[in-house]
């Protein structure tokens, strides 16, 4: 089993910067690609970031250009640097790794204040 257990979140004012991080433990030799979701007050989960094992990335439209995700495979961790934050960016924030099956973290609340 892999558990994956995120970190970062917190309460910023719009315009700043926060940085997630998600460590992976266990079986991480089966993880294949990792994700950001998120999920706000009243609204389903939405993906943010995608990243594979080879490092390719995708993102979601609402996020292209202030978001970065990355990936240090030697510390079995995932990031997401997140940049110009607005209010509502503010949701938990999930972190996902595919291992043959979905494995979801427990979340970290971010809360952008206008």
């Known amino acids: 089993q892999v558990q994956l257990v995120e970190s970062g979140g917190g309460l910023v004012q719009a315009g700043g910067s926060l940085r997630l991080s998600c460590e992976a433990s266990g079986s991480t030799f089966r993880i294949n690609v990792m994700r950001w979701h998120r999920q706000a007050p009243g609204k389903p989960r939405e993906l943010v970031a995608g990243?594979?094992?080879?490092?390719?990335?995708n993102y979601a439209d609402f996020v292209k250009g202030r978001f970065t995700i990355s990936r240090d495979n030697a510390k079995n961790t995932v990031y997401l640097q997140m940049n110009s934050l607005k209010p509502e960016d503010t949701a938990v924030y999930y972190c996902?790794?595919?291992?043959?099956?979905?494995?979801w973290g427990q979340g970290t609340q971010v809360t952008v204040s206008s």
């Open positions: 996902y790794a595919f291992t043959g099956s979905d494995r």
């Open positions: 990243i594979s094992s080879g490092g390719s990335t």
